[in-house]
């Protein structure tokens, strides 16, 4: 089967054309030209979410040949193609089901002849037996002490995804404390060694894999660390869990197989914090919170899998994106979440978005041609305002936006939040509309020297686009449908670029590098068989190590 590349369709050739007449038009003259801008372009999911995509440099125009974009690149049948568990991850053979694992109305799920509802099912029943054993104080330690801290040792989607739903959902967290390790620097894991008690910390391995090194090597540190407290094995089934596809390894590991949560190769890592890879979400909010999470996941599943793409909150931002992208030519996009306990959210989606999408060959095996997915940074605001916004406001690149927040904080501490949200709407107007020099011009008009001189540097030229994101409160369901919609934009961008978006065979060559240069630190004699640059590194590095 031959896929279409996308700028062999149609719509590319017409949104070309149509770049050229829109590129100078300024998003306030949109406003201006337009009342019901804002009912045209937001959309308002449940009273739970408003997406406001109206501050754009889109038209109704630009929506329709974006959305003709998508019908030419056959997006409904791609949707399809996933809820139907087909093989889409085709470099690894696998079909993609995160989807199942928030599949609240246990709708059957084939892969393999299997309906994988009831491994699903069987494993979230596991994880609250396990989870209600250790909240409730059941499960002990070495000395026979309850658990007070958990530690997540795992890397990349068994880390980022946790890491960033534990801090979103603060408010909902009972006593025990989550820690995560992730870097194989060894500092990461001796800090949190000095934080926890050896009798009364659980540490959970979360590895698809099982090999990973990083996670592996603090697996063992942790462990060596552990016993030298604990003094028998017999002790690592009390302390020690697992997360895995990889039962066998798991088990070789030390780890009881009683404390073993399935994984399934059909879950990608970095769509797995539904799965038994949250376990450290459920040890912290509770079965009936997560459950929650996975309900507002599958609500925004169904919005997406039934909704018509021109009210459908995925597909237009993911199109919107990759207008900007590929026709804009604006490489990056911020993600701004105006609420602290979404400070996790860009670097979640960093790794959910460029490690999808970061592609340059298309699902034929050619090089495109086109760009595909953008850089993914950003920051929490207010803290982003004082630190990359004047680029944002007056430099010469223009990067979109995500702005999000909560109407209602879990905290409402004087006036904090209502200025928090002022910030808010006040930088994404002055985004969009700048400020032009008259107005400038009026508050200084005695003073000539700035007339002169200081006017051109005082000017927010605007048109620079964002999207505004609000959720009702963050709660466990509002979080769900919030991760569930970037998921989907994902995957929407991923067909549009015609790319695999499911495989990440780009962090491959750098792992297999550094187990031969790890042998070269080692050694003593100096073979060269590198370029002169890394050459020359690992002599400093032998040089200088003390
Ligand atoms: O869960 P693991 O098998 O340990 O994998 C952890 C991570 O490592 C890999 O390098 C991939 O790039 C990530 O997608 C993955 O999430």
Request: glycine fraction near 6%.
């Amino acid at each position: 089967m031959k896929y279409l590349d996308p700028i062999n369709t149609q719509a590319w050739v017409e949104l070309k054309k149509h770049f050229e007449q829109i590129k100078n038009v300024h998003i306030k003259d949109l406003f201006y030209n337009d009342s019901n801008r804002f009912e045209k372009f937001s959309i308002n999911f449940d009273n739970q979410l408003l997406v406001d995509f109206s501050k754009n440099r889109i038209t109704s125009e630009t929506v329709n040949k974006l959305l003709q974009l998508a019908n030419e690149m056959k997006l409904k049948s791609s949707i399809q193609s996933m809820f139907n568990g087909e093989k889409i991850n085709y470099t690894e053979n696998q079909p993609v089901l995160h989807v199942a694992l928030r599949n609240q109305i246990d709708k059957k799920m084939i892969v393999h002849g299997e309906n994988i509802m009831s491994c699903i099912n069987k494993s979230l029943k596991k994880m609250q037996i396990f989870s209600e054993l250790v909240i409730n104080k059941i499960w002990i330690g070495f000395s026979n002490k309850n658990i007070t801290d958990i530690v997540n040792i795992g890397i990349g989607g068994s880390d980022l995804g946790p890491h960033m739903v534990y801090d979103a959902l603060t408010p909902y967290r009972n006593y025990l404390k989550v820690h995560y390790v992730s870097n194989i620097d060894g500092s990461h894991l001796l800090n949190v060694l000095k934080k926890v008690n050896p009798e009364t910390t659980l540490f959970i391995v979360v590895s698809k894999t099982f090999t990973t090194q990083e996670t592996m090597i603090n697996a063992n540190s942790a462990c060596n660390w552990l016993l030298k407290y604990a003094k028998h094995k017999k002790f690592i089934s009390k302390h020690f869990c697992a997360v895995t596809m990889n039962i066998q390894k798991a088990k070789s590991f030390g780890i009881d197989e009683q404390n073993i949560f399935e994984l399934w190769d059909w879950v990608g890592g970095r769509y797995s914090l539904w799965s038994s890879v949250g376990i450290s979400i459920m040890l912290s909010i509770g079965f009936k919170n997560f459950m929650k999470l996975l309900e507002g996941g599958h609500a925004m599943d169904r919005h997406f899998l039934e909704t018509d793409f021109k009210k459908n909150i995925p597909v237009l931002l993911a199109l919107i994106s990759v207008w900007y992208n590929n026709f804009f030519r604006m490489e990056t996009e911020a993600i701004l979440p105006y609420d602290q306990y979404l400070h996790r959210l860009p670097e979640y989606l960093q790794q959910a978005n460029m490690e999808s999408n970061g592609k340059c060959v298309n699902r034929n095996g050619k090089l495109v041609t086109w760009q595909t997915g953008p850089i993914i940074w950003g920051k929490s605001g207010t803290n982003g305002q004082h630190a990359f916004y004047q680029l944002m406001h007056q430099g010469t690149k223009i990067i979109p936006c995500d702005f999000i927040a909560a109407i209602n904080s879990h905290n409402e501490l004087d006036d904090h939040h209502k200025i928090l949200l002022s910030h808010f709407f006040a930088q994404t107007k002055a985004l969009a509309f700048g400020t032009n020099s008259d107005i400038i011009f009026n508050d200084f008009k005695n003073d000539i020297e700035f007339k002169n001189h200081a006017l051109p540097f005082k000017v927010f030229l605007g048109n620079r686009p964002t999207n505004s994101i609000l959720l009702k409160k963050v709660t466990p369901y509002t979080l769900g449908l919030l991760l569930a919609l970037y998921e989907h934009k994902i995957f929407t961008q991923g067909v549009i670029f015609n790319i695999f978006s499911f495989d990440q065979w780009g962090v491959e060559l750098g792992k297999i590098l550094s187990k031969k240069i790890f042998v070269k630190l080692n050694k003593t004699l100096n073979i060269s068989s590198y370029d002169s640059s890394t050459e020359n590194l690992i002599s400093y590095y032998k040089q200088w190590k003390e």
